[in-house]
């Protein structure tokens, strides 16, 4: 299995920038696709950004399209996702998500996904 461990959430101001990442450990040497999900209270857990083991395919929900990008270094075991021009709505627990390839197929469902970080806040002010 692998293991997600998420880091860089914090407080940022409307417009402002934040990197989040996400270090995985264990079972790491199969190919996995990751991604990143959000949550806010008595809200369903939504699709943020998916990134292929090999980097080639991305996709991005529509709301943070143009302000989010999303990459990975797979030496380091590592997935990012830097955030400009952040909004109130952004505001979250921000979920890193992985799974082990078995599809050329983006995933977006969370449901995709086995294997999930325990989750960062990130909180954006007006």
């Known amino acids: 299995q692998v293991v997600l461990v998420e880091s860089g959430g914090g407080s940022a101001q409307a417009g402002g920038s934040m990197r989040l990442s996400c270090a995985a450990s264990?079972?790491?040497?199969?190919?996995?696709?990751m991604a990143w999900f959000r949550q806010v209270p008595d809200r369903e857990r939504e699709f943020v950004a998916t990134?292929?083991?090999?980097?080639?395919?991305?996709e991005y929900a529509a709301s943070v399209v143009g302000r989010f990008t999303v990459s990975r270094d797979n030496s380091k075991n590592t997935m990012h996702l830097q955030m400009n021009s952040l909004k109130p709505e952004d505001a979250a627990v921000y979920y890193c998500?992985?799974?082990?390839?078995?599809?050329?197929?983006?995933?977006?469902?969370?449901?995709?996904?086995?294997?999930w970080g325990q989750g960062t806040q990130v909180t954006v002010s007006s």
């Open positions: 998500a992985a799974a082990y390839s078995s599809t050329s197929s983006v995933r977006t469902q969370q449901e995709q996904y086995d294997y």
């Open positions: 264990g079972r790491t040497f199969s190919p996995y696709d």
């Open positions: 990134i292929k083991w090999g980097g080639g395919r991305i």
